[in-house]
């Protein structure tokens, strides 16, 4: 008994006079259509972007590896993160980090983008 209520039938059954244009659902475009023109980025302000990514990337990785070894002779400089960060701090700041940096970045005008 336990078997058949772990399985699901291949076909779902649809109750009769309801076909699949009912069950679609509508999704209004008015207020894609409010939103901000979309700022444009050069090819120096996305390599600078992917430069800013890598180079958090590494540090992290290196940050993680002295985490996971339990700081042997070493501390963290960074005053947010405290002398010796665990391995999930070092990942949190990480995405903050790299969201906070990249949101400013798209929002900021092409010219102090930089």
């Known amino acids: 008994m336990a078997a058949t209520?772990?399985?699901?039938?291949?076909?779902p059954q649809t109750p009769s006079g309801v076909g699949p244009l009912a069950a679609r659902v509508s999704w209004s475009t008015l207020g894609v259509a409010e939103l901000p023109a979309r700022r444009s980025w050069t090819t120096t302000h996305t390599a600078l972007a992917s430069a800013f990514a890598v180079a958090l990337l590494v540090d992290a990785a290196q940050t993680r590896d002295l985490a996971r070894r339990g700081w042997p002779g070493f501390r963290e400089a960074n005053p947010l993160l405290g002398p010796h960060p665990s391995v999930g701090q070092v990942n949190t700041y990480t995405a903050l980090a790299a969201a906070g940096m990249l949101t400013a970045a798209a929002a900021a005008p092409p010219r102090i983008r930089p």
């Open 5 to 11: 209520l772990l399985t699901m039938p291949s076909q």
